[in-house]
């Protein structure tokens, strides 16, 4: 019985160091799963690059003065059309322009823009062709070495220095077409003698279409067709 007693008790004894035995493979098994998993997962010593973005497009105000051909004094407050290109894609908005003593008008525009991205940004006058701008403090025609221009927020474009030709004048459905011709002629001399606000005949704004407007129109046609 004894000996039966003992033996049971070693059995037992064997039974109990094979269990602990597979719990500590088993424990050494499960901490190399954790630490591959740490090593993959990236919850501590992740060696891999943490993934960047680009910044995408933010509502930004776009600020810039012009200047018209023929004014170097005070106007009233004039409309304009803006076209922001990034290479196809492009972004067509308006703004009000205000104008100082001088003759050059500040304006404020809201346009979605990718903040690391160029642009070319055109202007319309309300009787005027588009001006190309690529850069700030421009003197030039932009060309194929141009690259474009950031355009953040917090800066006033100056654009003044080239002006923006008059001449386009908006047709019986308010459209120009980005051309000065003999329709625009047309129109002009339709509307000579008339005097009040916003003729589109008066191209330097004096309130009244005459001899001056025409002057203005054939300079511009002269000097640039
Ligand atoms: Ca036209
Ligand atoms: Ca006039």
Not at 132 to 144: I, L, R, S
Not at 195 to 217: E, P
Request: aromatic letters at 8%; charged letters at 20%; a negative charge.
């Amino acid at each position: 019985m004894r000996n039966n007693s003992l033996k049971n008790q070693l059995g037992l004894l064997s039974i109990a160091i094979l269990f602990l035995a597979m719990g500590a493979t088993l424990a050494g098994v499960s901490e190399r799963q954790n630490t591959e998993k740490k090593a993959v997962g990236g919850t501590g010593g992740d060696l891999r690059p943490t993934p960047t973005t680009a910044p995408g497009p933010a509502l930004s105000l776009l600020r810039f003065k012009v200047s018209f051909e023929g004014i170097d004094h005070k106007i009233n407050d004039q409309h304009a059309t803006l076209s922001i290109r990034q290479g196809e894609t492009v972004h067509v908005t308006e703004a009000d322009i205000s104008f100082d003593n001088s003759g050059v008008g500040t304006g404020v525009a809201e346009v979605w823009l990718f903040p690391s991205d160029r642009y070319y940004v055109s202007v319309k006058g309300p009787q005027h062709l588009w001006g190309e701008f690529c850069a700030d403090n421009q003197t030039w025609v932009c060309g194929k070495d141009d690259l474009g221009i950031f355009l953040p927020s917090e800066t006033v474009f100056d654009w003044s220095k080239i002006r923006l030709l008059p001449g386009d004048l908006p047709d019986m459905d308010n459209q120009q077409d980005g051309f000065i011709d003999c329709g625009d002629l047309y129109r002009l001399k339709r509307q000579m003698g008339r005097t009040g606000n916003n003729l589109i005949g008066d191209l330097d704004y004096n309130g009244v279409v005459n001899g001056g407007d025409l002057s203005l129109f054939l300079k511009v046609m002269r000097n640039h067709y």
